[in-house]
């Protein structure tokens, strides 16, 4: 167990509809990133928070966006969604930058079906 | 372009010979090198880093990497393989000029077999 908790663990919705996703980082934990596994296209980066403040944009949609709050935990909205979006989507957190000295812990992951 | 790749979707083992999957990078600046292990239903899981220094780097569960920078190459390696090493293994990168942002590779299954 990373300490890295998501929910929900599943989700199925329609397309055209609005999910969030939720994500709460490893106590002490100050980044938490977000990324989506597809079977097409592997483990993408979509986007990372450091302490409340955005830090890095990957190929993240602009009917996606995210948020972190300040007790740290995050939330990855996704809108009119598409078949396409079906998805594993992981946070993982590092108690500082992973990209420079901390290593990131996943968490279980949200597995998204859109129908 | 910055990315990774790992050329094997598979990678099929005999327990107790030893395995390497491969992994090539592309980035500017030093690399920052990564692997992860994903097992089923779960969340990957940190094996080992290169950042700087000795160009043999060893991690969890017995498991090393060699950074070769002239084939930018960054394989894993385990000496002994074990039918519990079955899993999904990722290699990543981090961006040369934001350091927030990774790329993963597609991914290579090894298979342990008995």
């Known amino acids: 167990d990373s300490g890295v908790t998501q929910t929900p663990k599943h989700l199925i919705t329609a397309t055209g509809q609005r999910v969030t996703l939720r994500c709460s980082p490893r106590?002490?934990?100050?980044?938490v990133y977000w990324y989506q596994q597809s079977l097409d296209q592997g483990l993408q980066f979509l986007i990372q928070y450091y302490n409340g403040e955005e830090r890095a944009k990957g190929n993240i949609l602009e009917r996606f966006s995210a948020q972190q709050f300040p007790d740290l935990h995050s939330e990855l909205n996704l809108s009119s969604l598409e078949l396409g979006d079906s998805a594993l989507y992981f946070c993982?957190?590092?108690?500082?930058?992973?990209?420079?000295?901390?290593?990131?812990?996943f968490g279980p992951g949200t597995r998204l079906t859109v129908l | 372009a910055q990315s990774v790749a790992q050329p094997e979707d598979q990678v099929n083992v005999a327990e107790g010979n030893p395995l390497t999957v491969k992994c090539t990078y592309s980035v500017s600046g030093n690399p920052y090198l990564f692997w992860y292990v994903q097992y089923p239903n779960r969340g990957l899981q940190f094996l080992l880093k290169?950042?700087?220094?000795?160009?043999l780097v060893k991690g969890s569960y017995g498991f090393e990497a060699e950074f070769n920078k002239s084939q930018t190459s960054f394989h894993l390696k385990k000496p002994s393989a074990l039918v519990s090493d079955s899993a999904l293994y990722f290699c990543a990168v981090r961006d040369g000029y934001n350091f927030n942002k990774f790329y993963f590779g597609s991914g290579t299954k090894l298979n342990v077999k008995p």
């Open positions: 106590s002490g934990d100050l980044s």
């Open positions: 993982a957190s590092s108690l500082g930058l992973a990209g420079e000295q901390d290593e990131q812990f």
């Open positions: 290169y950042i700087t220094g000795d160009n």
